[in-house]
C-alpha cells in the first residue's frame, strides 16, 4: 500500500493542517497557524483560499515531495447539504455551495476548495471529503427548538468526533457501535455529541450559537438581550455575526483566540483571564451533563479531545465536575488528518466506493 500516496487537508478556524500519507504511513504532517492578526485581513472566510492553499502549496514544494504521483487528495468537508456518514466525491455542485457558505461559513468550506484545486493540478488525481462537519445522525426529537419556524441543524466536528470515539473502542476492546459516548472536541470552536450505538443521536450546533464558547465563538447567548442588540442600530448584521463566530470567546473578552495564551496569562496571576478559562470549562462540563441525559445517564464514557484538551487544568477542572456520570479520557489533539487519510486509503483500496454529493 506504501505506493498509494494521499495529502489530508483540515483547514481549522485558527490553523491549517496537512498531512503526506504513504498508504498508512506518515510521511509528513504540518500545523500552519493563523492569527487572529492575520485572519482579519480578510472579510469573509472564502477570502482566504488563495492564502491557505498558497501556504500548503509552498510547503510541499519546500519539503521536496513529488507531487504529480499524490493521486487522492481528501480535504475536511464544509458546511453544504446535510450528509450521512461517508467519503464523498468532490463535484461542482459540493464546490459551489462552499463557496456560497449556504449553510454558514467555516473555515471547513475550504476543504473541498483547495483539495479539488489541487487534484486539478495533478494527471490523475481526485479530490474527496469525508465525514463533512454537517454529518447527521440526530434523533427527531433533538431537532426541535422550541418553535415551528427553527430547527436544531448537526453542525459539528464529526470527524475527530467520530475518529477519537473509535480510537478509544479499539483501546478498550469494545465496539463502537455497542458503546454510549460523550465526546467533546475542544479547539477553536467546542461541540460536545452523545453517541449511541454509532450514531451521534445529540449535539449542539457550535457554530451557530449552541453551547459552550470557545476561543473564537460566542456559543449559546441571552436571546431576549441577542434581539435588542439587532434592533438597536448600532450593528450591522455581519458585525452581529462576527460576535457569534470569530469574535466571540476568548477574542472578545481577552483579545486573544491563542488558548496557550490564555493559559500562560491564568498561570501568571491574570486574574481575569483565569476567571474566562474556568467559565469555559464550566459550560462544557455543563453540556456533557446536557449529553448524559440524552444518554439517559447510561454513559460507557466521556472523551475530552481537541487542542484545549492539552491544557491539563482545563481537563482537570472539566472532569472534577463529570466524574460523578463515569470514567473521563483524555486524547489531546485531534486525529482528523489521520482520520481523513484512512478514509481514503478505504477508497484506493476499494473496501469503499465514494458517494455521489447529492444535485
Do not use: W
Not at 498531512?19 to 472579510?43: D, N, P, Q
Not at 500548503?56 to 519546500?62: G, M
Not at 468537508?77 to 461559513?105: C, D, F, P, Q, W
Request: proline content about 3%.
Amino acid at each position: 500500500m506504501s505506493d498509494i500516496r494521499i495529502l489530508a487537508i483540515n483547514p481549522g478556524s485558527t490553523s491549517t493542517k496537512f498531512a503526506i500519507y504513504f498508504g498508512e504511513e506518515c510521511k509528513l504532517k504540518k500545523t500552519l497557524r493563523h492569527s487572529i492578526e492575520e485572519l482579519s485581513l480578510y472579510e469573509n472566510i472564502i477570502d482566504q483560499f488563495e492564502f491557505r492553499k498558497g501556504l500548503i502549496i509552498d510547503s510541499l514544494v519546500e519539503e521536496g515531495f513529488d507531487v504529480d504521483k499524490i493521486k487522492y487528495i481528501i480535504g475536511r468537508g464544509g458546511l453544504t447539504y446535510s450528509l450521512k456518514s461517508g467519503v464523498y466525491l468532490v463535484n461542482n455542485r459540493m464546490l459551489e455551495h462552499a463557496r456560497a457558505g449556504i449553510y454558514g461559513e467555516h473555515a471547513s468550506n475550504l476543504g473541498p476548495l483547495i483539495a479539488d484545486f489541487i487534484a486539478l493540478q495533478i494527471p490523475g488525481a481526485r479530490a474527496f471529503i469525508a465525514d463533512p462537519v454537517v454529518t447527521d445522525e440526530m434523533d427527531e426529537i433533538a431537532r426541535f427548538a422550541g418553535h415551528p419556524k427553527f430547527e436544531r441543524r448537526s453542525i459539528f466536528h464529526a470527524l475527530n468526533q467520530k475518529a477519537t470515539a473509535r480510537l478509544h473502542a479499539r483501546k478498550t476492546g469494545r465496539k463502537y457501535e455497542d458503546l454510549s459516548l460523550i465526546v467533546a472536541h475542544l479547539g477553536g470552536g467546542i461541540t460536545v455529541g452523545a453517541h449511541h450505538q454509532g450514531q451521534v443521536v445529540d449535539v449542539n450546533n457550535g457554530l451557530d450559537g449552541e453551547g459552550p464558547f470557545s476561543p473564537e465563538r460566542s456559543g449559546t447567548l441571552p436571546v431576549g438581550q441577542v434581539i435588542d442588540l439587532c434592533f438597536s442600530n448600532k450593528y450591522q448584521k455581519d458585525e452581529i455575526r462576527r460576535m457569534v463566530i470569530g469574535e466571540g470567546g476568548y477574542v472578545a473578552y481577552l483579545g486573544t483566540n491563542d488558548a496557550l495564551d490564555v493559559e500562560i496569562r491564568a498561570k501568571n496571576g491574570d486574574e481575569f483571564a483565569h476567571k474566562v478559562q474556568d467559565a469555559l470549562g464550566y459550560q462544557v462540563a455543563k453540556s456533557i451533563g446536557e449529553m448524559a441525559v440524552v444518554l439517559n445517564g447510561k454513559v460507557d464514557a466521556i472523551l475530552l479531545t481537541g487542542g484545549l484538551a492539552y491544557n491539563q487544568y482545563l481537563t482537570q477542572y472539566i472532569t472534577s465536575k463529570v466524574a460523578f456520570i463515569t470514567s473521563v479520557y483524555i486524547y489531546p489533539g485531534e486525529d482528523e488528518l489521520e482520520a481523513l487519510a484512512s478514509n481514503a486509503l478505504r477508497v484506493a483500496t476499494g473496501e469503499i466506493e465514494p458517494l455521489e454529493y447529492p444535485n
